[in-house]
Protein backbone atom coordinates (compact mmCIF):
# COMPACT_ATOMS: atom_id res chain seq x y z
CA UNK A 1 0.00 0.00 0.00
CA UNK A 2 1.79 2.99 -1.29
CA UNK A 3 5.50 1.62 -0.16
CA UNK A 4 7.76 -1.51 -0.60
CA UNK A 5 8.36 -3.94 2.82
CA UNK A 6 12.24 -5.34 1.19
CA UNK A 7 10.01 -8.65 0.05
CA UNK A 8 10.16 -9.61 -3.25
CA UNK A 9 6.06 -10.33 -4.29
CA UNK A 10 5.34 -13.82 -5.08
CA UNK A 11 4.17 -13.82 -8.71
CA UNK A 12 2.08 -17.05 -10.34
CA UNK A 13 1.77 -20.41 -8.21
CA UNK A 14 2.90 -20.18 -4.68
CA UNK A 15 5.70 -21.79 -4.02
CA UNK A 16 5.50 -25.76 -3.15
CA UNK A 17 6.64 -25.28 0.39
CA UNK A 18 4.64 -22.26 1.05
CA UNK A 19 1.95 -22.63 3.89
CA UNK A 20 -2.03 -22.25 3.34
CA UNK A 21 -3.53 -19.71 6.28
CA UNK A 22 -7.06 -21.65 6.09
CA UNK A 23 -8.09 -20.02 9.37
CA UNK A 24 -7.68 -18.52 12.62
CA UNK A 25 -9.83 -19.21 16.12
CA UNK A 26 -9.86 -19.10 19.72
CA UNK A 27 -9.82 -23.04 21.43
CA UNK A 28 -12.85 -22.23 23.63
CA UNK A 29 -13.11 -25.91 25.22
CA UNK A 30 -10.19 -27.57 23.87
CA UNK A 31 -12.23 -28.19 20.07
CA UNK A 32 -12.32 -25.31 17.33
CA UNK A 33 -15.94 -24.31 16.52
CA UNK A 34 -17.06 -25.49 12.98
CA UNK A 35 -16.78 -21.40 11.73
CA UNK A 36 -13.23 -21.83 12.08
CA UNK A 37 -13.07 -24.29 8.98
CA UNK A 38 -15.93 -22.48 7.37
CA UNK A 39 -14.44 -21.76 3.27
CA UNK A 40 -12.27 -24.73 2.89
CA UNK A 41 -12.48 -26.70 -0.12
CA UNK A 42 -10.99 -29.44 -2.21
CA UNK A 43 -7.24 -30.34 -0.33
CA UNK A 44 -7.62 -27.27 1.85
CA UNK A 45 -10.53 -29.23 3.39
CA UNK A 46 -8.58 -32.07 3.92
CA UNK A 47 -5.76 -30.86 5.59
CA UNK A 48 -8.39 -28.85 7.71
CA UNK A 49 -10.00 -32.02 9.15
CA UNK A 50 -6.61 -33.25 9.80
CA UNK A 51 -5.86 -29.82 11.74
CA UNK A 52 -8.91 -30.23 13.39
CA UNK A 53 -8.00 -33.56 15.04
CA UNK A 54 -4.46 -32.18 16.09
CA UNK A 55 -6.33 -29.27 17.47
CA UNK A 56 -8.36 -31.24 19.71
CA UNK A 57 -5.30 -31.65 22.16
CA UNK A 58 -4.86 -27.90 22.31
CA UNK A 59 -5.08 -26.06 25.86
CA UNK A 60 -8.16 -24.17 26.57
CA UNK A 61 -7.26 -20.51 26.56
CA UNK A 62 -4.70 -20.53 23.87
CA UNK A 63 -5.69 -18.71 20.38
CA UNK A 64 -4.61 -21.29 17.18
CA UNK A 65 -3.98 -20.61 13.93
CA UNK A 66 -5.05 -23.60 11.62
CA UNK A 67 -2.20 -23.76 8.47
CA UNK A 68 -2.65 -26.65 6.12
CA UNK A 69 -1.28 -30.02 7.92
CA UNK A 70 0.15 -27.88 10.96
CA UNK A 71 -1.00 -26.71 14.32
CA UNK A 72 0.78 -24.08 16.64
CA UNK A 73 -0.61 -22.07 19.66
CA UNK A 74 0.09 -18.36 18.61
CA UNK A 75 -0.60 -16.94 22.19
CA UNK A 76 -0.61 -18.25 25.61
CA UNK A 77 -2.67 -16.64 27.74
CA UNK A 78 -1.08 -19.05 31.02
CA UNK A 79 -1.89 -20.36 34.09
CA UNK A 80 -3.23 -16.67 35.61
CA UNK A 81 -6.29 -14.97 33.73
CA UNK A 82 -5.40 -11.48 32.04
CA UNK A 83 -7.91 -9.10 33.73
CA UNK A 84 -8.69 -5.26 32.74
CA UNK A 85 -9.90 -2.79 34.87
CA UNK A 86 -11.73 -0.01 33.60
CA UNK A 87 -11.25 3.41 35.33
CA UNK A 88 -13.73 6.32 35.46
CA UNK A 89 -13.14 9.35 35.52
CA UNK A 90 -14.59 12.28 37.70
CA UNK A 91 -14.62 16.09 39.02
CA UNK A 92 -11.85 14.96 42.10
CA UNK A 93 -10.23 12.09 40.01
CA UNK A 94 -8.86 11.73 35.92
CA UNK A 95 -6.51 11.52 33.76
CA UNK A 96 -6.46 13.85 30.39
CA UNK A 97 -5.02 11.85 28.13
CA UNK A 98 -3.63 13.57 24.99
CA UNK A 99 -2.75 12.81 21.20
CA UNK A 100 0.59 11.14 19.98
CA UNK A 101 1.25 12.46 16.60
CA UNK A 102 4.04 11.53 13.96
CA UNK A 103 4.13 14.38 11.75
CA UNK A 104 1.55 16.51 12.34
CA UNK A 105 -0.24 19.30 14.56
CA UNK A 106 -2.35 17.93 17.52
CA UNK A 107 -4.37 21.41 17.49
CA UNK A 108 -5.50 19.60 14.61
CA UNK A 109 -7.39 16.93 16.95
CA UNK A 110 -9.14 19.38 19.18
CA UNK A 111 -8.08 17.01 22.19
CA UNK A 112 -9.79 18.12 25.34
CA UNK A 113 -10.78 16.28 28.53
CA UNK A 114 -14.73 16.90 29.76
CA UNK A 115 -13.80 16.67 33.57
CA UNK A 116 -11.01 19.09 33.25
CA UNK A 117 -12.91 21.46 31.48
CA UNK A 118 -16.08 21.01 34.15
CA UNK A 119 -13.35 21.23 36.64
CA UNK A 120 -12.45 24.78 35.56
CA UNK A 121 -15.67 25.71 34.26
CA UNK A 122 -18.22 28.31 36.79
CA UNK A 123 -21.64 26.49 37.18
CA UNK A 124 -23.59 26.44 34.19
CA UNK A 125 -21.21 27.34 31.64
CA UNK A 126 -22.33 25.95 28.01
CA UNK A 127 -18.74 25.08 26.95
CA UNK A 128 -18.18 23.51 23.63
CA UNK A 129 -15.89 20.37 23.74
CA UNK A 130 -17.45 19.06 20.01
CA UNK A 131 -19.10 21.01 16.73
CA UNK A 132 -20.05 18.93 13.97
CA UNK A 133 -21.47 21.93 11.65
CA UNK A 134 -23.74 23.24 13.71
CA UNK A 135 -24.02 20.57 16.10
CA UNK A 136 -22.34 20.95 19.54
CA UNK A 137 -22.05 19.12 22.75
CA UNK A 138 -21.44 21.14 25.27
CA UNK A 139 -19.69 20.41 29.11
CA UNK A 140 -21.69 21.84 31.75
CA UNK A 141 -21.02 21.98 35.26
CA UNK A 142 -23.89 21.76 37.65
CA UNK A 143 -23.53 22.73 40.86
CA UNK A 144 -26.96 23.96 42.71
CA UNK A 145 -30.23 24.93 40.39
CA UNK A 146 -29.96 26.50 37.18
CA UNK A 147 -31.65 29.01 35.72
CA UNK A 148 -34.70 27.67 33.73
CA UNK A 149 -33.95 27.36 30.19
CA UNK A 150 -36.19 26.12 26.86
CA UNK A 151 -35.19 25.35 23.28
CA UNK A 152 -37.19 25.14 20.02
CA UNK A 153 -35.81 21.35 19.46
CA UNK A 154 -34.90 18.73 21.55
CA UNK A 155 -31.74 18.27 23.45
CA UNK A 156 -30.24 15.28 25.24
CA UNK A 157 -28.19 15.29 28.36
CA UNK A 158 -25.69 12.69 29.91
CA UNK A 159 -24.53 12.39 33.03
CA UNK A 160 -21.27 11.80 33.25
CA UNK A 161 -20.71 12.76 36.80
CA UNK A 162 -22.63 12.49 40.20
CA UNK A 163 -26.39 12.92 40.23
CA UNK A 164 -28.35 15.45 38.76
CA UNK A 165 -32.10 15.98 38.95
CA UNK A 166 -34.13 17.63 35.67
CA UNK A 167 -37.68 19.48 36.55
CA UNK A 168 -39.94 20.36 33.88
CA UNK A 169 -42.92 22.56 32.83
CA UNK A 170 -45.27 23.50 30.08
CA UNK A 171 -45.06 27.12 28.99
CA UNK A 172 -48.73 28.97 28.63
CA UNK A 173 -47.06 31.36 26.49
CA UNK A 174 -43.85 30.46 25.35
CA UNK A 175 -41.16 33.36 24.14
CA UNK A 176 -39.47 33.90 20.89
CA UNK A 177 -37.51 30.90 20.32
CA UNK A 178 -33.88 31.09 18.33
CA UNK A 179 -33.85 28.35 15.73
CA UNK A 180 -30.34 26.85 17.48
CA UNK A 181 -29.47 26.23 21.48
CA UNK A 182 -31.45 26.83 24.37
CA UNK A 183 -32.13 30.22 25.98
CA UNK A 184 -32.35 31.09 29.75
CA UNK A 185 -36.53 32.11 30.73
CA UNK A 186 -36.61 35.46 33.03
CA UNK A 187 -37.91 33.91 36.28
CA UNK A 188 -39.89 30.74 36.83
CA UNK A 189 -42.45 29.14 34.23
CA UNK A 190 -46.08 30.01 34.12
CA UNK A 191 -47.02 26.52 32.92
CA UNK A 192 -47.95 23.28 34.82
CA UNK A 193 -45.17 21.01 36.02
CA UNK A 194 -44.70 18.00 34.09
CA UNK A 195 -42.28 15.86 36.58
CA UNK A 196 -38.82 15.22 37.22
CA UNK A 197 -35.93 13.09 36.25
CA UNK A 198 -33.09 11.63 38.54
CA UNK A 199 -30.35 10.96 36.66
CA UNK A 200 -26.72 9.17 37.91
CA UNK A 201 -23.20 8.57 35.60
CA UNK A 202 -24.42 7.34 32.47
CA UNK A 203 -28.19 8.08 32.29
CA UNK A 204 -29.08 9.99 29.59
CA UNK A 205 -32.31 12.48 29.42
CA UNK A 206 -34.29 13.86 27.20
CA UNK A 207 -34.92 17.91 27.10
CA UNK A 208 -38.07 18.15 24.93
CA UNK A 209 -38.78 21.14 22.67
CA UNK A 210 -40.45 23.74 23.98
CA UNK A 211 -40.22 22.72 27.60
CA UNK A 212 -39.33 24.79 30.31
CA UNK A 213 -36.68 22.53 32.07
CA UNK A 214 -34.11 23.02 34.62
CA UNK A 215 -31.33 20.94 36.39
CA UNK A 216 -30.03 20.75 39.52
CA UNK A 217 -27.64 18.88 41.84
CA UNK A 218 -26.45 18.71 45.66
CA UNK A 219 -22.96 18.47 44.54
CA UNK A 220 -20.39 19.16 41.94
CA UNK A 221 -22.20 17.06 38.77
CA UNK A 222 -21.38 17.28 34.97
CA UNK A 223 -23.42 16.95 32.13
CA UNK A 224 -22.66 16.44 28.34
CA UNK A 225 -25.69 18.17 26.57
CA UNK A 226 -26.06 17.26 22.85
CA UNK A 227 -27.41 20.54 21.39
CA UNK A 228 -27.17 23.09 18.14
CA UNK A 229 -25.01 25.58 18.86
CA UNK A 230 -26.79 28.72 20.54
CA UNK A 231 -26.39 32.02 21.93
CA UNK A 232 -25.04 30.41 25.24
CA UNK A 233 -22.34 28.19 23.56
CA UNK A 234 -19.13 29.36 24.56
CA UNK A 235 -16.00 28.20 22.37
CA UNK A 236 -12.62 28.23 24.31
CA UNK A 237 -10.72 25.64 22.18
CA UNK A 238 -7.41 27.43 22.87
CA UNK A 239 -8.12 26.81 26.31
CA UNK A 240 -9.18 23.93 26.55
CA UNK A 241 -7.55 21.92 23.82
CA UNK A 242 -4.14 20.12 23.14
CA UNK A 243 -1.40 22.24 21.72
CA UNK A 244 1.46 20.49 21.84
Not at 37 to 48: K, S, T, V
Not at 132 to 141: A, I, S, W
Not at 168 to 177: A, N
Amino acid sequence: MGGTSGRPALTGAPPAREKRLIGLSVVLDGRLPVTALAGAAGAAGADAKRTRSNLDSVPAGQHACIESGHSFAQRTLGEQPVEYVTKFGSLDGYEKGGVEVINDDPKNYAFSNIFEVAARAKPFEKIAVGKNFEYVLEVVRVEGASPWRVCAHDESALVMAGEVEFSFHTLDEPPELPGGGSIALRGDPSGDFMGRVTARRGHLTLLPARRAYHYRASSPSVLLIQTIEGVDTQFRWAEICQTA
